[in-house]
């Protein structure tokens, strides 16, 4: 098991909510990648954190937002809940250096159900 | 834009044989190729990575193969057995100064005692 962890496990909210997801990155890691598993589909990257900065984003809303907090921990952030939001989230984290595709350890990930 | 193509969806073999799965790129800059193996509600765990210096890598009953030429790689385990039996992802990263990782859709894999 990697030392990447995530709370909470499962969520539930409902349409036009707001929900904030935390992500502990294994020790030694300055990057945290956020991705969304919708059922039966491979994750999609949102965005990247590398010492607290966005360093690259996917294609996904600015509703979707984020953080990284000086122990490279993070959050990610969605306003305005909608049905297709329903997912896995994962986080990742990797000891990435400019320039260098460095190995992403994940998660267990929090699974939200938007109702 | 940044593609993964990932075949088959569902690959059922007999415990002992060999499965090979495959995945197709479109971002010829990609550099950086990860496989993970996710079962049924855990997190994705990588299993083997291949960079684009490198055209094979194996490890234990695990092998990874790729062809920059033809933006392709594969998966190959041997002498399967019941508890390979996951969801397989590919992925690509593209160089471009952060780790961005394009998954393809996923290859269920039974093996079957």
């Known amino acids: 098991e990697t030392g990447v962890t995530q709370s909470p496990t499962h969520l539930i909210k409902t349409r036009g909510q707001q929900v904030t997801l935390r992500c502990s990155s294994q020790s030694g890691h300055n990057t945290v990648s956020w991705y969304q598993q919708a059922l039966g589909q491979g994750p999609q990257f949102i965005f990247q954190y590398y010492r607290e900065e966005e360093n690259g984003r996917g294609n996904f809303p600015p509703r979707f937002s984020g953080l990284q907090f000086p122990n490279y921990s993070s959050e990610l952030n969605v306003n305005a809940l909608e049905l297709d939001d329903s997912a896995l989230y994962l986080c990742a984290s990797s000891n990435a250096r400019s320039g260098n595709q460095e190995t992403q350890y994940f998660g267990p990930g929090t699974r939200l159900l938007v109702l | 834009g940044e593609n993964v193509e990932q075949h088959p969806s569902t690959l059922s073999v007999q415990e002992g044989d060999s499965a090979v799965i495959k995945c197709t790129y479109s971002d010829s800059a990609s550099n950086y190729f990860p496989w993970y193996k996710q079962e049924l509600g855990k997190r994705p765990q990588l299993i083997i990575d291949?960079?684009?210096?490198?055209g094979e890598k194996k490890d234990q009953r695990i092998a990874v193969t790729l062809n920059k030429t033809a933006k392709h790689f594969s998966l190959h385990i041997t002498e399967t057995q019941p508890e390979d039996s996951a969801v397989y992802f590919c992925?690509?990263?593209?160089?471009?100064?952060?780790?961005?990782?394009?998954f393809g859709a996923g290859t269920r894999l039974a093996v079957h005692p």
């Open positions: 992925a690509a990263s593209p160089l471009g100064g952060y780790n961005k990782l394009i």
């Open positions: 291949i960079r684009s210096n490198v």
